[in-house]
C-alpha cells in the first residue's frame, strides 16, 4: 500500500512542496528589511537592556507601525493555508473514488478497504505532519525578530509556532476525509470540511483560547496605563505577557493575564484538542467505510 | 483426507436465500443458485433487478442481510482477504486510475495481490498493442477494458466476475473484449460470471444462465436443460387459457396468442390448433423478464404443460 499510496498522492505532494518553497522564498524575501531596520533602529539594544525607556518605546512604537501589519495582521490571512491544503487532499481521498467509481477497483483487490483507508490515512497523516512541521520552522523563522516585541501570544504568532498549525492541518485533512466519504464528492466535501474548520479556528482564536487556563491576577499602581493584549511593553511589566482585563478600583489597577511563560502549555492543550477532533473524524471515516458493506 | 478428496467438488458459486436490504427496500432477496466449477454463467435481467448487489455480495463488497454466499465452498464476507483473493471483479464501466500508466495500474496490482501474475499481464498487454508507458487515460474504452480484464486475469482468482463488462463499448471493441475474455477463460479453466442486458451477448458465450427480475431468480440452470424445458406455443386467441399451469409469459394478438411454457421431460400433448415449437434463448430470458412475479422457475420442480 506504500507506492500505491505514494503514486495516488505524489502529485499533491510536489505541490506542497512548490508551495512550501514559494512561501519560504516569500517571507525571506520580506523579511530581510525588517530584519534589517531591527537592528539600524536600536531595537535588538532596548529588547536587550529593557523597554521602558522613552527612546525605547519611541523606536519600538516606529517599527511596529512601519512592519506590524505585514507581520501581525496580514499574516493572518495566511492562516487559511493550513485547511486549505488539509481539505484539498483530505476530501478526495475516498471522495475522488466514490465520485469516478474507482472504489469498485481499488477495494476488490487482496487488501480490504478498512485495511487500504487506515494505511493510506497513516501514510499522508505522516505526510502531512511533516509539511506542517516544515511550514511552523519557515514561520517561526520569520517572526523571529517581532516576537521578541509582541510575544508568542498574539495570533500571528500563536497560530503559525509551535503545535497548532500542524494540528489543525490534520484537523481539516480529517474533516475533509470525512467529508469526502459522506458527500461522494470532492469538492462538496472540501467546501464541507473547510468551513467548519474556520469557524473552529476563529472560535479558537477569538473566544476559546483565553480560558484555556484560569487567568493570574495582579494589582498594580493606579497610575499604570492599561493596554490590553500581548506585548513586550505589557503593563504587567513582564514581556510578552497576555494581559485579558484591567479594572481601575480604589486607587488601583487589577489586571488579569496569561503570562507568557504559558505558550507551550496553551500550544500542547490546543494542539490536543484539534488532534483529538481530528482522531474522531478519521474514526467516524474508518467506521462507516466498514459499514457500508454491511 | 480420503473422504475429502473423493467428496463431490465444491460448485464454483452457491448462494443460499441469500438476501440483501438496503433501508426498507430489498435489492435482492431468498436468491438460491448454484453455479457449477468451469461454467460460463450469464446473469440477465433489466437495470435495478439486483445483479450489482448479487456480484457485490459474490466477491466480498458487500454483506448480506440474510442467507450466505460461498464461493468453491467458503463463505463471502465482506472486509476478508480470503473473500477477496478468490474473485476477479472487472466493475461495470471498467474503473481505472485515469493519471495512473498501465504499468501503474499493474504494480499496484502486484502491490495489492499476492497471487499476482506479472508476466501475463505483461505478455496481455504485450498480445493487445497497448503501451506501458501510456496514460490510461490516453486509452480508448475498449482499451481501458481490457486493461481491466488483464489485471482481474492476473489476480489469478478461480472465479471471474464481470460487472457489464462490453455496455459501455463499441461494437467493435464489444467482440475483440468477449473474443479475448473467451480464449482467457479457455486457456486458464476459470469459471466466469458475467452480467449484461444485452441477451444477444451472451447467447454466444454463456452455457448457464440466470434470470433476475425484481430482486429475485426467476430463472436458473444450464442453457441446454432450460432450453429444452421450455415450448413456444402458438394459436387461436382464447380466454380460457389464462391459468394454465406452467406459463411463463403470454402474449396476445387480434386473432393469435403466443405461450411460452415449462414442460416435462416428455414432448407436452398439444391441442391439434396449437403448434409447439422449441424456444429461443432470448425468447426465454424476455418470456421471464415480461413474465411479473409470478413467472419463476423453483429449483427441482417439474410441471407437466396442460394444454386442451
Redesign the interface.
Known sequence: ?T??TW??HR?QAMVSLAVLAGLALALFLVSEPMRQAFGQDGITGCVARGTRTAGCQNAIGAFLSSWGFTYNQALIALLIIPGLIGVIIGAPLLGRELE??????A????????RWLVSKLALVSAGLVAFGAALTGVFTWYRAPMDQLTGHFTEAAYDFEGLCLTASLLCSFAFAVLAGLAARRSIAGMVAAFLPWLALRGLTDLFLRQHLAQPLAKELPASASIAFGPNTTSMTGNAGDWVLGATRAAGHVFVTYQPAGRFWTFQAIEAGGYLTLAAAALGGAVWLL?RR?? | MTSMARAAPAPALRAERLGKRYGKAWGLRDCTLTIPAGAVAGLVGPNGAGKSTLLQLVIGLLDPTEGRVRVFGETSRAHRAATLRRVGYVAQDHPLYRDFSVADMFRLGRRMNPAWDQPLAERRAAALDIPLKRKVKALSGGQQAQVALTMALAKRAPLLVLDEPVASLDPVARLDFMGALMAAVADNSLTLIISSHVVTELERVCDWLIVLAGGTVRAAGPVDELLARHRLLTGPRTASHSGLPGVVHRADSDRHSSLVIRVGPREPAVHPAWQAQPVGFEQLVLAYLRGGSGARLEPDTRIEAVTR
Not at chain 1, 100 to 105: D, I, L, N, P, S
Open positions: 500500500m507506492w500505491v503514486r495516488q502529485g469516478e467509481g474507482t472504489w469498485r477497483m477495494w476488490s483487490q487482496t487488501v480490504p478497504r478498512t466498514h458493506a454491511a
